[in-house]
């Protein structure tokens, strides 16, 4: 018989039994798919949206197979309502075990002679600073306790070029030298920092552009041939905030079909 005992070890190192895992943005698309699949994983889940609505049908979503769910409405962009939220984190279950930094936007398809200043700045402000503002209060929780994962959520424009969304691309960017900068930082301390970078998957932020002539090139530009469903991000979620990573820190896991492997 063969030796399976390699395969059990791995399995329970994916496993987060026993762990709470913040994640932002945690309403709908890639966010509540990450969520969905880090409770199945066994973790208690605090979830951040801007929409008590979303984050109501997500507890349900959850409650209704066993799992354990925090919910925390709020803005990111909002220091003082991230670090609201950390604080109440750590006093109902005690602990912030990994951070999942989903939580973003894109409004706007635009050319970039077009883009106004208050359009690049409401992008900057929930990408980049409110990635930031949650990094640096779940890490002040996580450095304490000398041990965490953060996962910060990027995209494959942070490292490859298309039209009309300058202003994304810049924040995304910044996620992923930020994911670096943190990760050097802290390693001493226990805390490792990741990021996770999707191609296009099907969610209400992507379905406009996805309908839209822009949608037929997207498809062609991915080897795979299709875009992404959400559900096939969860796994790569699970294992950058478990154990089966634990050796991993500072670099981007890219979940995008080939699309940058072009």
């Not at 839209?212 to 096939?232: A, C, F, K, N, Y």
Request: hydrophobic share 45%; proline share 2%; net charge negative.
């Amino acid at each position: 018989m063969a030796d399976v005992t390699g395969v059990n070890d791995v399995n329970a190192r994916l496993r987060l039994d026993g762990r709470t895992v913040w994640v932002t943005g945690a309403g709908k698309g890639l966010g509540r798919a990450i969520a969905v699949a880090l409770s199945q994983a066994g973790a208690t889940v605090a979830a951040t949206a801007r929409t008590a609505a979303d984050l109501e049908s997500l507890e349900a979503e959850l409650a209704a197979h066993g799992g354990k769910v925090l919910v925390l409405p709020g803005s990111v962009a909002d220091s003082t309502a991230v670090r609201t939220i950390v604080q109440r984190i750590a006093d109902e279950t005690g602990r912030l075990d990994a951070v999942v930094n989903c939580a973003g936007t894109s409004p706007h398809f635009t050319r970039s002679e077009r883009v106004t200043d208050e359009d690049w700045q409401q992008v900057l402000d929930v990408n980049l600073q409110g990635t930031f503002y949650c990094c640096r209060e779940a890490g002040k929780v996580m450095l304490e306790q000398r041990s965490g994962s953060i996962v910060n959520v990027s995209s494959v424009h942070a490292r490859t070029g298309f039209e009309r969304i300058a202003a994304y691309a810049a924040s995304k960017g910044g996620v992923e030298a930020l994911t670096k900068a943190l990760a050097v930082e802290w390693a001493d301390r226990g805390v490792r920092v990741n990021a996770l970078a999707p191609g296009y998957f099907h969610t209400d932020l992507s379905s406009g552009l996805l309908a839209s002539r822009w949608g037929e090139r997207i498809v062609d530009s991915t080897p795979l041939g299709r875009v992404g469903d959400v559900e096939e991000l969860g796994g790569a979620a699970v294992f950058l905030a478990s154990d089966a990573s634990r050796f991993v820190t500072g670099t981007t896991l890219t979940v995008d079909g080939g699309w940058t492997a072009r």
